[in-house]
């Protein structure tokens, strides 16, 4: 293939099974590297154990997560979970963040402890936003999640400026983070601003915020752009812990793939009455491969005559002496200690991890669960290229003229063809058009059939790029005016929360 061959047509291979599928868009490629490079999985395949999923699930608009399976489990075993999420207050709340509003509200019927939070202080540090732009935007936001169905007297919104708790907690947490290890994830430099640095750690603290009354699964849904910092909330949510929590075969500390090995040696002489780490080691030598051989095997040497004896064990990490004590205390069955970890002979692994976290925050720690996430895509900008809250053209404001609206709609870009003939005969191409993905992202709604329909049609050459921005823009107007309405109707309701829009400040 040279350079200049364009990209492979994706209905060439099996056009009708791609034709059928609404929601395979031709740009999904680039969100599955994000698959390989960071290890965000695919959100599909936990679709079907997700009870009654919202459409944003069932059109994989929401495409990956991390770790989303512990807080789908406690969902259908009807056990605690939270959903958190927070918005910059950069500009007015538009299309795009319906999603994250949509999905926080979903999470919130579905049973879950649910925080919306304003990152003002993200915004004021990181963008330079003036303050009383901020109050404004602020007020804004959280009265289209209310208008949308957030309920605040089950569910938690906050500024960040006026938390306390999760200032406190992000003071501790930047304990455990240092420099260069912001800069690697961030990029940041010499030059970047303290506030700045601190709003990362910030945003940790909110994304660990509902764990602070007891651990619990939560999950954050965000677009891939806030993946690192969930990659480091995870990271300090760990480093936080007061015990770490392995598998184990012998006293010595092993990594994760000698440990692979050691298990490998001990499953092929289990037989034997017991297992030497010498012979293990003469296993290893001749029946091993891999990289981590090596490792495993010089420390078996070193262990000698010592039994191979599978294990669970406990790392004092941050743990009070007292913790440490009352731990060994807990530990039923068969164990030893040492002086800075201990091991349980008879213990499950998801046994030891729940007496870990138990000890812990019975002596004052949080316990935390590492936090999962879900990712939803981008929305085409209606003028191609992205979304983006600094150009007007491209994004509808949740505030627009509801006329003004339909008139961007009217407007946009479209995967349609040069001619009228040409697209009756080739058909339109709705993995391309920023109108389609106004369906299936907004318009239809729950409708799965019109959201279907409308592909099918287009992809078929039945409809035609005019008459579907009509029908589009029409939807969107009255779309615009029930919500505008309805945010009227919760101005009320947001004056008497708690959040204040205008808060003195120094
Ligand atoms: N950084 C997010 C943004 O740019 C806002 C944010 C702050 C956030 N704290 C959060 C998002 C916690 C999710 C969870 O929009
Ligand atoms: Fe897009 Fe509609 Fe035209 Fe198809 S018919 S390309 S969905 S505007």
Redesign the pocket.
């Given at each position: 293939m040279t350079d200049d061959t364009p990209p492979e047509d994706p209905a060439a291979d099996g056009a009708d099974s791609v034709a059928l599928d609404p929601w395979g868009s031709s740009t999904i490629a680039n969100y599955r590297s994000l698959f390989e490079e960071f290890g965000i999985e695919a959100f599909e395949t936990m679709l079907p154990d997700v009870p009654s999923p919202h459409y944003l699930m069932r059109r994989a608009i929401i495409f990956g997560h991390r770790d989303y399976g512990r807080v789908v489990d406690a969902m259908r075993a009807d056990e605690p979970f939270a959903a958190?999420?927070?918005?910059?207050p950069t500009g007015d709340p538009h299309i795009g963040h319906k999603l994250v509003f949509d999905e926080l509200i979903w999470h919130q019927e579905q049973g879950g402890d649910t925080y919306a939070?304003i990152?003002d202080l993200?915004a004021h540090s990181a963008r330079g936003l003036s303050w009383d732009e901020i109050d404004e935007h602020a007020e804004d936001y959280l009265l289209s999640l209310l208008a949308f169905g957030f309920d605040p007297d089950d569910g938690t919104l906050y500024r960040?400026s006026e938390h306390r708790e999760v200032q406190d907690l992000a003071f501790e947490l930047g304990i455990e983070a240092n420099f260069s290890e912001l800069g690697a994830i961030y990029g940041f430099e010499g030059g970047t601003d303290v506030s700045h640095m601190q709003s990362v750690v910030?945003?940790v603290a909110?994304?660990l915020y509902p764990q602070l009354e007891e651990p619990k699964p939560t999950v954050?849904p965000?677009g891939p752009d806030?993946d690192p910092?969930m990659r480091l909330a995870r990271d300090l949510a760990s480093r936080m812990r007061y015990f770490g929590v392995t598998t184990a075969y012998a006293s010595f500390e092993a990594k994760p793939e000698e440990r692979t090995q050691l298990e490998r040696a001990y499953e092929a002489l289990a037989g034997n009455e017991t297992v030497r780490c010498a012979e293990a080691a003469d296993w290893l030598e001749t029946a091993g491969d891999g990289a981590a051989i090596e490792g495993a095997i010089e420390k078996l040497r070193a262990a000698g005559e010592e039994p191979l004896r599978p294990r669970v064990r406990f790392l004092d990490r941050n743990a009070t002496a007292a913790a440490f004590e009352a731990l060994i205390e807990a530990v039923e069955g068969e164990k030893r200690v040492y002086d800075e970890h201990v091991d349980a002979f008879d213990m499950e692994l998801a046994n030891a991890e729940e007496l870990a976290r138990q000890v812990e925050v019975d002596h004052g720690g949080h316990g935390f669960i590492q936090p999962s996430s879900i990712y939803h895509r981008f929305m085409t900008g209606l003028t191609g290229g992205k979304m983006s809250s600094s150009i007007p053209a491209s994004h509808i404001s949740l505030l627009d003229e509801p006329s003004e609206g339909a008139d961007k709609v009217r407007e946009a870009t479209t995967g349609g063809r040069e001619t009228a003939a040409e697209q009756r005969e080739l058909g339109g191409e709705p993995d391309k058009c920023p109108v389609y993905e106004l369906y299936a992202y907004l318009l239809a709604g729950d409708d799965d059939e019109y959201a279907e329909r409308v592909y099918a049609e287009c992809a078929g050459g039945e409809r035609l790029c005019g008459g579907c921005k009509n029908e589009a823009a029409e939807e969107m107007e009255s779309f615009l005016e029930t919500h505008q309405e309805r945010r009227e109707e919760l101005r009320p309701v947001l004056e008497d929360l708690d959040v204040a829009i205008n808060p003195d400040r120094i």
């Open positions: 958190l999420s927070g918005f910059m939070l990152a993200e960040q910030t945003q909110d994304i954050i965000v806030q910092h």
